[in-house]
T-cell receptor, first 111, second 114 residues
């Protein structure tokens, strides 16, 4: 079983819809990361969080440490949000600093 | 700052050929990583380095080698290319070992082995 699971795998939405992507993990973590990978392939960091909630523009990330679950929300979605969204975690007690990745959620926002 | 740069962007190799994927970062990060991304799979760690002169294996190191002679550079070497190494390779760097700092990724190298 993967240590980081995302759902859904694929998501198609209409412009302006509210979108939620979920991430569950099975290990103790020091932080959870949400990343965005655009069709061109580059990967950028959106959020890093270890508790609570963070907001940046139309994107909101939440985490529930007790339930080992995080969500990424996109409000008023736009075609430019079409990308693969990747959840990744840093294992607690690790000394390498590397991330363990989910398989990603492919989002397509239609105009 | 250029961040993390990788070359080349694309490469086609024949089975048995060798090549080096280059990675450079200008953020003075000690921690650097090579990941590979296969279709439908999460990124997997190939090798990592915690500083100049120090490297170690990740989850999928077979068929690869690395070196880290400077803080800035972390090249990945494929000695005898095999079709199973067809993938997209990402180099990344970060500031601390706890994983509580942003990871910065290079643009990726798409490698095909025929």
């Amino acid at each position: 079983k993967n240590e980081v699971e995302q759902s859904p795998q694929n998501l198609t939405a209409q412009e302006e819809e509210f979108i939620t992507i979920n991430c569950s993990y099975s290990v103790g973590i020091s932080a959870l990361h949400w990343l965005q990978q655009h069709p061109g392939g580059g990967i950028v960091s959106l959020f890093m969080l270890s508790s609570g909630k963070k907001k940046h523009g139309r994107l909101i990330a939440t985490i529930n440490i007790q339930e080992k679950h995080s969500s990424l929300h996109i409000t008023a979605s736009h075609p430019s949000d079409s990308a693969v969204y990747i959840c990744a975690v840093s294992k607690y007690g690790g000394s390498q600093g590397n991330l363990i990745f989910g398989k990603g959620t492919k989002l397509s926002v239609k105009p | 700052n250029a961040g993390v740069t990788q070359t080349p962007k694309f490469r086609i190799l024949k089975i048995g050929q060798s090549m080096t994927l280059q990675c450079t970062q200008d953020m003075n990060h000690n921690y650097m990583y090579w990941y590979r991304q296969d279709p439908g799979m999460g990124l997997k760690l190939i090798y990592y380095s915690v500083g100049a002169g120090i490297t170690d294996k990740g989850e999928v190191p077979n068929g690869y080698n690395v070196s880290r002679s400077t803080t800035e550079d972390f090249p990945l070497r494929l000695e005898l290319a095999a079709p199973s190494q067809t993938s997209v390779y990402f180099c990344a760097s970060t500031l601390n070992f706890l994983g509580t700092d942003t990871q910065y990724f290079g643009p990726g190298t798409r490698l095909t082995v025929l």
